[in-house]
């Protein structure tokens, strides 16, 4: 046999005994080390055990507590059931969804649509219809400009104002949420979330005419300046109209003022009549001419 192959041969033997005994090495001193034990630390959590509507109050069988890692605990989220019982829900809360304090309101402050108001605010309903409103195109959660259209106090006329801009809808109806089909809601009356001040200007524009509802883009956030409306701008352009006969009527009339009205000026002398005089021989007179009746001239002795 060849040297040269014996030689290439027992290196390689060589080799592969050195790699074989550093792998056989490595692979005893990992599976000999004594393995640490994961340890995870669990805690409570409090979950639904149905889907909870808005203004619901919770009740026991309503929440359950599962365990859950430390890592994996919703921040404001509650481990005792205790905690949750009587408190009314103010954000929809979905099947096995972990109770959060954000999405629950104070114990005792009431059910329905009061939770929903928050501190400071105020919520004020107002009748709608299919033809003048918005009944059957409204959502909980949408944005309206409200609109009333009358007759102001010493006014041209008939006119449309924006009185209330970017109102949140907090309930259609009785309804504060949408059907399970995501439907728009009919209904005769509309409720939105508004300051004192605005529940003032609402209620009163709804006493002194007739209000509107307009849908606006729940991002547009913009407040426009408008300056109404009248009725003469309809058919003529012309912004203000002149009173009627009947107003003019009902207006006091002015007192007439007395002028002072000079005399007449004094009739102008007569002129003097005109003098002749006539000399004959030693005898000297004085006649007066002018003119009679007939327009001839006369001569007094």
Not at 58 to 79: D, L, Q, R, Y
Not at 162 to 183: E, F, K, P, Y
Not at 240 to 253: C, L
Not at 270 to 287: L, Q
């Amino acid at each position: 046999m060849d040297r040269r192959f014996l030689t290439v041969l027992g290196v390689s033997l060589v080799f592969a005994l050195v790699v074989s005994s550093i792998f056989y090495q490595m692979t005893s001193r990992s599976s000999g080390a004594p393995k640490k034990a994961d340890r995870t630390e669990m805690r409570d959590l409090v979950v639904s055990t149905q889907p909870l509507a808005v203004g619901t109050s919770i009740k026991p069988p309503n929440v359950k507590v599962v365990k859950v890692s430390s890592e994996s605990f919703p921040k404001g989220a509650f481990s005792k059931v205790e905690e949750v019982i009587d408190r009314p829900v103010i954000s929809n809360i979905l099947l096995e969804e972990a109770i959060l304090e954000g999405r629950l309101a104070a114990r005792g402050s009431g059910l329905g649509l009061a939770p929903v108001i928050p501190v400071g605010m105020r919520a004020v309903t107002v009748a709608v219809n299919e033809v003048i409103g918005l009944a059957g195109f409204v959502l909980p959660g949408m944005r309206v400009d409200v609109l009333v259209t009358g007759t102001p106090p010493g006014g041209p006329g008939r006119m449309t104002s924006t009185v209330l801009q970017n109102m949140l809808v907090l309930s259609a109806g009785q309804a504060m949420q949408a059907d399970a089909r995501g439907q728009p809601i009919s209904a005769p009356t509309v409720t939105l979330l508004v300051t004192p001040d605005q529940a003032e200007t609402l209620t009163l524009a709804g006493a002194e005419g007739r209000i509107q509802l307009v849908l606006r883009n729940g991002g547009d956030q913009t407040i426009e300046r408008t300056s109404g409306r009248v009725a003469g701008e309809l058919y003529s352009g012309v912004r203000k109209q002149q009173p009627d006969s009947s107003e003019a009527a009902r207006r006091p009339r002015p007192k007439p003022v007395a002028v002072a009205v000079a005399p007449p000026p004094p009739p102008p002398k007569p002129a003097p009549p005109d003098e002749v005089m006539v000399i004959r021989g030693t005898i000297k007179t004085v006649e007066v001419v002018g003119l009679n009746r007939s327009g001839e001239t006369r001569k007094n002795p």
